[in-house]
């Protein structure tokens, strides 16, 4: 089995603040791992993925994740927010190559002025 | 390389009837499948089709069906809808070849009002 913790719904920092975004799974064989960002009335777009090489992963937009096994998380950060990135994250775990995609709750990110 | 793409995005019905959904997947991507997202509950998966083949099937009632054609083109079909069925369907699709790695191609949606 599989699951994605995303704690909170909801996380608020000011323009030019850390972005720190929680994410923690559950799988019973190494995982794939995925941020995806939604904006409104749109689908979702892939931020970034873990996939066994690196742990330290970079994606889009100036974001990066760190995938920790001990920890079983891969939270979402990035070092200054913009306002651009107000949006809907959300973490997203399989379990294998060929196994469904299950993704967390969600974080809505408001950015303030 | 077109996106995968979703019609109608949006559409009315009322209780009772039934609605079809359409899903192009990008070319060369040959599994597609299909999350019901609302306020609520979140992303709920649906289905995954694979050379025509439901592969892994989520836990929805009988009601929410789909199908896989040869082109890898999908289809999902809600009868007797409830107004609970309200929500945006998001198709996505996979390439499935050995470099894959298990990432969804999103589609926009198709944004679903039961009244």
């Known amino acids: 089995a599989q699951s994605v913790t995303q704690l909170g719904s909801h996380v608020s920092v000011s323009e030019g603040a850390l972005v720190l975004l929680r994410c923690n799974y559950s799988s019973s064989v190494p995982p794939y791992l995925f941020w995806y960002v939604q904006y409104p009335n749109q689908g979702l777009q892939l931020l970034l993925k873990?996939?066994?090489?690196?742990?330290l992963v970079k994606g889009i937009n100036g974001f990066e994740a760190e995938f920790k096994k001990s920890e079983t998380s891969f939270h979402l950060t990035k070092p200054s927010a913009h306002m651009s990135d107000a949006a809907e994250y959300f973490c997203a775990v399989r379990s294998g190559a060929n196994s469904k995609l299950t993704f967390g709750k969600g974080i809505t990110l408001s950015v303030r002025p | 390389k077109a996106g995968v793409t979703q019609t109608p995005r949006y559409l009315i019905k009322t209780r009772g009837q039934q609605v079809t959904l359409s899903c192009s997947p990008i070319s060369g991507h040959r599994s597609v499948s299909w999350y019901q997202q609302t306020p609520g509950q979140g992303l709920q998966f649906l289905f995954e089709y694979f050379s025509e083949t439901q592969r892994n099937k989520g836990n929805f009632p009988g009601r929410f069906s789909g199908r896989q054609f040869s082109n890898s083109r999908s289809e999902m079909n809600v009868s007797t809808l409830e107004l609970g069925d309200s929500a945006l369907y998001l198709c996505?699709?996979?390439?499935?070849?050995?470099?894959?790695?298990?990432?969804?191609?999103f589609g926009e949606g198709s944004r679903l009002t039961v009244l």
């Open positions: 996505a699709s996979t390439p499935m070849d050995v470099s894959n790695t298990g990432e969804l191609f």
């Open positions: 873990y996939t066994s090489a690196a742990t």
